[in-house]
Structures are given as C-alpha cells and as structure tokens.
Antibody, heavy 115, light 106 residues
Framework: QVQLVESGGGVVQPGRSLRLSCAAS????????MHWVRQAPGKGLEWVDAISHDGTKIYYADSVKGRFTISRDNSKNTLYLEMNSLRPDDTAVYYC????????WGQGTLVTVSS | EVVLTQSPDTLSLSPGERATLSCRAS??????LAWYQQQPGQAPRLLIYDTSHRATGIPARFSGSGSETDFTLTISSLEPEDSAVYYCQHRSNWPITFGQGTRLEI
C-alpha cells in the first residue's frame, strides 16, 4: 500500500525557515520523480517543485525559486523541502506527491507564516 | 508557462445527469493532461492521466478526451459522492501547472 507521510509543518514567523519531510513507502521511491504541491487556504493547487529519481534534475516554480530547496535521500525513502525567507503568502497545506503520473499523494502538512 | 483555464467555475447538476468539464491550455500540451478530484479536507486524487487513461480504481463513469489545447472530463451518470472540486494539470514541460478548478455540486 502506497503511503506518503509529510511532517514538519507549523507556525513560523516571516523571514524564518522551515524544513518539511515526506516519508514514502509501498512503491519504488528511488525510481520516482517526486513533487511538492501546495494549496493556500480556500485556494487551488499550486505546483512548487520537483526532483528527478536520482536527484540530478530539479525544477522550481518562479514563486519559490531561490528560497526553497527540494532534496531526497533514497536510502531513507524520504523527500525534503527546505523553505527559507518564508513569506505570509507561503501559508498553505504542502503535499508531497509522486509516482509515474503523479498518482501518489500524502495528506499534507500545514505551514502558517505569521507574526 | 502553460496557463490552464477551466470552465465552468461551478457546475450544479442532479444525480444521474451527465457532467462535462472543460480545460483549455494556452499552448499545446500534447496529451500530457491529467484530471484530479479533491473533496473537502482531502488530498487530490488522480482520476485521469495522459488525457484519457483512468487511474487505478477509478469508476468507468469518469472519462477524458481531447488533445493539444482542449480537453474534457466527462462524468456519465453523477453520483452524490462526485461532489468535489476538479482540477486539470499538465506535465508536458516545466513548470507543471494546474487549472483553477471547477466546483461540481450534486
């Protein structure tokens, strides 16, 4: 059974940093492109970034480029998102997603950026 | 960046009726278009990938069609549990983008 479990969300002040993790199981994590997708309260889905199966290719949305860093540890079946210089408009539920056609999703972790 | 525009924003129908949701791309995405269903408080669920392929476990009443810039999600006979927000998404190039969503009310 495929499972993606995000952790690390919480309340953080503007300008501070936060690191999210996503633990994967039930599929071949090391063969899968992985993504972070976010959803601001009451809004639609926004793709954030993606990383190739071996970590050599990384892609970012313009809205997070230079502030967020996606990475992975295939030995631990874990995906990460390092978020720096956080802004109030980064407030969202952050989903970890992956699979051949982005068919696996976690339940999300809420990040609230507020003073 | 490919902009995906969904229509209508909201669709209100009755059980047993047919729903037709549209997604238009600002440039060709080939057939790399997917549809997701999201119910309140839940993560999105993949319904259709690569325009017309149903994901595992998705009922046959869901179907997708289209190509290049114009795509359609059809739900042939609505069930009450189909009430949700539906998003289209492309993966033809980077960045991946989503449509703004269509809210389907049953």
């Amino acid at each position: 059974q495929v499972q993606l479990v995000e952790s690390g969300g919480g309340v953080v002040q503007p300008g501070r940093s936060l690191r999210l993790s996503c633990a994967a199981s039930g599929f071949t994590f090391s063969s899968s492109v992985m993504h972070w997708v976010r959803q601001a309260p009451g809004k639609g889905l926004e793709w954030v970034d993606a990383i190739s199966h071996d970590g050599t290719k990384i892609y970012y949305a313009d809205s997070v480029k230079g502030r967020f860093t996606i990475s992975r540890d295939n030995s631990k079946n874990t995906l990460y998102l390092e978020m720096n210089s956080l802004r109030p408009d980064d407030t969202a539920v952050y989903y970890c997603a992956g699979g051949p056609t982005i068919d696996y999703w976690g339940q999300g972790t809420l990040v609230t950026v507020s003073s | 960046e490919v902009v995906l525009t969904q229509s209508p924003d909201t669709l209100s129908l009755s059980p047993g009726e047919r729903a037709t949701l549209s997604c238009r791309a600002s440039q060709s995405v080939g057939r790399y278009l997917a549809w997701y269903q999201q119910q309140p408080g839940q993560a999105p669920r993949l319904l259709i990938y690569d325009t017309s392929h149903r994901a595992t476990g998705i009922p046959a009443r869901f179907s997708g069609s289209g190509s290049e810039t114009d795509f359609t999600l059809t739900i042939s006979s609505l069930e009450p549990e189909d009430s949700a927000v539906y998003y289209c998404q492309h993966r033809s190039n980077w960045p991946i983008t989503f449509g703004q969503g269509t809210r389907l009310e049953i």
